[in-house]
């Protein structure tokens, strides 16, 4: 009976520290959501040259289905590169406190560790393969739900809103595309 004691006082601790866990992430997810803006670090590589990004706006819009997972959107604004701004959609996700964002456009992914995170701030650092930085971003707005899909992305919405785009019109899809990195200046 002793044993069967231990075996069932183990099974609830395990399940306790899994559902504290989880609430945890929906902590992280609900103050995440909204706009963000300031400095990731973010570079892109392009014509065997690299130009730095002045600013980011990431947006958080949580899934209404799923407490810890969600869409968005990531702008890096440029100054003195042969764009303005390099925008893409993400999914992200928060899973034991590391919060995972995946461009869609550019197929890669990068984690944000060690982070604070309040209602008005959010400073971490960004990890992809093998680069960390530190950022620090200010919160700007919460979701509007009215005019989600304002931004206009090429994949997504350029058919549904011709004059919204990504790109200017003498843009081709033939073109290559700055590659984004992140790098210790």
């Keep these: 009976m002793k044993k069967l004691t231990s075996l069932l006082t183990?099974?609830?601790l395990a399940v306790t520290s899994v559902s504290l866990t989880s609430c945890e992430d929906e902590m992280i997810a609900d103050t995440l959501e909204g706009t963000w803006e300031g400095n990731m670090y973010i570079s892109s590589y392009y014509d065997n040259r690299y130009y730095d990004a002045t600013y980011s706006e990431i947006c958080f819009l949580?899934?209404?289905?799923?407490?810890?997972?969600?869409?968005g959107y990531w702008v890096d604004y440029y100054s003195g590169a042969p764009w303005d701004y390099i925008a893409n959609h993400i999914r992200w996700s928060v899973s034991d406190g590391?919060?995972?964002?995946r461009f869609i456009e550019e197929n890669c992914t990068v984690y944000i560790y060690d982070y604070y995170l309040s209602g008005n701030r959010f400073e971490g650092e960004l990890v992809d393969e093998d680069n960390r930085v530190r950022f620090s971003l200010r919160h700007t707005?919460?979701?509007?739900?009215?005019?989600?899909?304002?931004?206009?992305?090429?994949s997504w919405f350029a058919k549904k809103n011709p004059g919204l785009s990504t790109r200017s019109a003498a843009d081709t899809t033939d073109v290559e595309k700055p590659k984004r990195?992140?790098?210790?200046?």
């Design 10 to 12: 183990m099974l609830l």
């Design 62 to 71: 949580r899934d209404p289905l799923s407490y810890t997972t969600g869409d």
């Design 98 to 101: 590391v919060i995972r964002v």
């Design 141 to 154: 707005s919460s979701p509007n739900w009215d005019d989600y899909d304002y931004w206009g992305y090429d």
């Design 181 to 185: 990195v992140i790098r210790t200046r």
